[in-house]
């Protein structure tokens, strides 16, 4: 049986809705954070690479510049030599003054700081002519490489030599640049020479700023150190032919590759060119540290601000999603606490039947269903006979108890679903009965009188000795427009019938689409 109680309730699944959405909210929120660290880290890697290329791109610049400065000095000397052996050539020099031969010989030397003198040496190494001097000093460089390169191997061209210190400066570490000399049959005749200071190329290393651990390096093409800054005392024709740096720069004319300095340990990216044709490499190496210096800066700050502000977000998301699951469970505390509420404020505190006021709503609730869908409806009224003398003979306990097996048999007796029980008043119950003709509700209504008598509760003041109920029967067809207050009244009436027939018995109103009364005699 249903009491057919109307409580507020939230649709179905809503509390799992809400905490599915809170919980989709949650991982939305945790996705735009990681989404905006995973943005930052770009920006960051985009800048790391920024860093990488503008490195690149001013040492690429700065090899090609300093490469043609070094050419460029390196030809002015190479002019020098030029103009000495086309002047050797000349017929008559050896028979010329010194003078003559002096002017001749070196009309078109070069003139700079850092050049040094330009000699004409003979077959035997001698000088036969100085620049810096129209006497030539005495003097055999016989055993310099660049003679013997010259001597022994007639296609040697313009030759670089190693690194030497030079006995005409007083040992000052010079480099020199030399061409061969030939006589009319193309036999070896001497060499033509001339000096260019180290300190050149280290006066013009030493202005550049390549950073702390930067470095800057002139190779010769076997792998000796002609000059380097930062230089220690050691470095001048280093041989390093077989580091990993100097192989890399031997296999290409030009690029770039990241290697560590076999010099001082220190990780570099290194930018390379050939000079020209000329046996020379030029160098030039940042510290990859600090390329990313300034990166790492800037990283550590934005990357702090990020971290920060994607953990504040993930931990807004986490009270977030905490504060909501609380005000989710206190809702769902208060809307069953509102349903048990208005269970209890439909609900006959005694017997656990629907009320009164639920009584009224549930039968005009059912009124306006039987109307629309064209079914009867019935109405039980059953009254406790002689309660009242009941109750002042054995106490409001045992009467109390009288009412809740009476509403106990009401709910064995009244088992259809849609059958709604309830407490009328007092000692009064009603039953509705949707779609239940006058034969089935007096059927109901005979079984439920049966039931109470069964019960065998002792009643002195009862011409039966017992407890028994007396039922008033009503059927009706509802219509649109028509009200149940028609159905209670006959209800009523046939009560009133059942009671001054001798109580214990049912009865049906009297109406033409309802059979009569029913009398059944004490049991």
Known sequence: MQQAVVTPRLPRGSGKDSARIVRWLTVLGMGVALGMLALGTMVLLDARQDAWHQAEQASNNLVLALERDIARNIAVLDLSLEGAI??????????????????????????????GAVLVLDRDGNIFADSTSLLPRRLNLADRDYFRIHRDWPKAGLYVSRPFQSRLTGEEPTLAISRRLSDSDGEFAGVAVGSLRLAYFQDMFGKLDVGAGGSVALFR?????????????????????RSYAFQRMAMMTNGSFVATSSMDGVRRRFTFRHIGNLPLILSVAVSVDEVYAAWWHKARIIGSILVFLCGATVLLCLLFRREMLRRIAAESALTKAAGKLAVMAATDGLTDLANRRQFDLNLDREWRQAARDGTPLALLLLDADGFKSFNDRHGHQEGDQVLRSIAACIRDTVRHPADAGARYGGEEFAVLLPDTDAAGALAVAERLRAAVEALGIPHAGSPNGRVTASIGVATAWPHAGEGPAMLVREADAALYEAKQGGRNRVSGARRGDVPGSVWMPAM
């Open 86 to 115: 086309a002047a050797m050539q000349l017929p008559g020099l050896d028979q010329a003054s010194p003078e003559i031969r002096h002017m001749a010989l070196f009309d078109r030397a070069g003139s700079a700081e850092y050049l």
């Open 221 to 241: 093409t076997d792998g000796r150190l002609v000059a380097r800054h930062p230089s220690r005392p050691d470095d001048v024709n280093r041989d390093l032919s």
